[in-house]
């Protein structure tokens, strides 16, 4: 198997992996009655990643480079905005996805705070949104090696980014 062909199913994993977790998190606040939510369509959004073959998930998410900015700089309108465009090729209503960090903006505010004494009883952590950004930020690092072993795309603005990251995991 090539490097290239390595990355490409790496990167598969990773995107099935990272929308299972949001998933996750979309059934959470679900569970909690916060907003309303069908399992089955939650369901139905990793079964559409899962379809997605592996090649145009990678050039799928390298076409949009240009909202990796925010993932890496943890910009929460990555999370409350932005996924469903970063995805926007697959054939799924993705809005979904930005339910769970909507929530958790609000109840960082106070908007729930009748219903939960404190944050222990959050059906969402900080814990959880710091995974996302690891989960996405490892979409970047594979799609950026991906983008200059094939010079599918200039993404060499993300250079910096991705060599710190690699040299972190390596510690």
């Not at 908007?111 to 996405?136: A, G, H, M, R, V």
């Amino acid at each position: 198997m090539s490097e290239v062909e390595k990355l490409v199913a790496e990167f598969k994993k990773k995107s099935i992996d990272c929308m299972e977790f949001v998933v996750g998190q979309v059934k959470a606040v679900g569970d909690a009655e916060l907003v309303e939510i069908d399992d089955d369509i939650a369901d139905g959004i990793v079964v559409a990643v899962e379809v997605v073959p592996k090649d145009d998930m990678i050039k799928m998410f390298c076409k949009k480079s240009e909202y990796w900015d925010k993932a890496i700089k943890k910009d929460m309108d990555f999370l409350t905005k932005e996924v469903p465009k970063v995805f926007s090729d697959i054939d799924v209503d993705l809005d979904l996805l930005t339910a769970p960090f909507k929530i958790f903006l609000e109840l960082k505010e106070g908007k729930y705070s009748t219903q939960y004494e404190s944050k222990d009883e959050w059906p969402l952590e900080q814990e959880d949104i710091d995974i996302c950004w690891t989960k996405f930020q490892q979409l970047i690092v594979l799609a950026y090696d991906y983008c200059v072993l094939t010079n599918y795309k200039d993404v060499s603005q993300y250079k910096t980014f991705v060599e710190t990251l690699k040299s972190k995991k390596r510690k």
